[in-house]
């Protein structure tokens, strides 16, 4: 069951992206229309699976997060946030790599949109680019999201934060709100799998701006980890009373660190 029910949001998720995509091209005329196909995307999404896959999101600490320009650092476990934070924020904007512009029809859509390409592969020299771009959306009143690890991590993985998050809340002088999710249990990075369930996101206490670099980091992180790990105790303790329960490593690889 847990197959066939996995399988049918699948083909449903791919069949409705590619429909969008194709029938959303008119709103490359336009950032707003861009924005607005993104949140209608990501709902759809939402809405398949509970509908299809028996998985629902849930939003917890929704009253933390501040208004206006914003820092969002996340976790990052699974494509599902990615999505989800897309129906949360009205304009929002993501620190992703370049590369990700390069895929035919999504690419163009990012690139309308807004979003932070970063160059990896210029290492330290892409900061000041990043800088730029990223004090523009600021400016333009936009809550910049970043994965602070910089890709997709298995639950229950060793964490490895990257410098991009502290370097972003030194340069922007906004708050910064930590995001803690269990959902890589329920929409696993790399596998075909979708358990059915509860995933939750929740919105921690908002870090103001003001703190040294290093001290900032080790909060965020600290915050972050400890939220992540309370949930992914209560998300497996749930899928196992299911009959669904998930590996203790996903696949095997929890502290693999191999780009998405």
Not at 24 to 33: I, K, M, N, V, Y
Not at 111 to 140: F, H, Y
Not at 177 to 186: F, I, K
Request: with cysteine.
């Amino acid at each position: 069951m847990l197959a066939l029910r996995s399988f049918a949001f699948n083909l449903c998720f791919y069949l409705a992206t590619t429909l969008i995509a194709v029938g959303g091209l008119p709103t490359l005329a336009s950032q707003r229309w861009v924005m607005a196909l993104a949140r209608f995307w990501a709902r759809t999404t939402l809405w398949l699976l509970r509908v299809v896959g028996g998985t629902r999101v849930e939003f917890r600490g929704l009253h933390n997060i501040p208004p206006g320009p914003l820092l969002v650092g996340a976790k990052h476990q699974s494509a599902l946030e990615t999505l989800a934070l897309c129906t949360v924020f009205p304009e929002f904007a993501y620190i992703l790599k370049r590369e990700l512009l390069w895929i035919p029809l999504i690419g163009w859509f990012l690139s309308r949109s807004g979003m932070v390409a970063i160059d990896r592969a210029k290492g330290s020299r892409a900061m000041p680019l990043m800088n730029a771009a990223a004090t523009a959306a600021i400016g333009e009143g936009r809550q910049l999201i970043i994965f602070p690890e910089g890709t997709r991590r298995a639950p229950g993985a060793e964490p490895s934060y990257k410098q991009g998050l502290s370097h972003l809340y030194v340069a922007l002088r906004v708050p910064c709100l930590p995001v803690a999710l269990n959902t890589g249990l329920y929409w696993p990075r790399r596998r075909f799998v979708r358990r059915p369930g509860t995933a939750v996101i929740e919105f921690l206490a908002p870090i103001p701006p003001g703190l040294a670099r290093g001290e900032f980091l080790e909060l965020a992180e600290a915050r972050i980890e400890a939220a992540s790990n309370a949930l992914l105790a209560s998300g497996r303790a749930d899928l196992a009373a299911s009959g669904h329960p998930a590996p203790e490593a996903d696949e095997g690889r929890a502290g693999s660190s191999r780009p998405a």
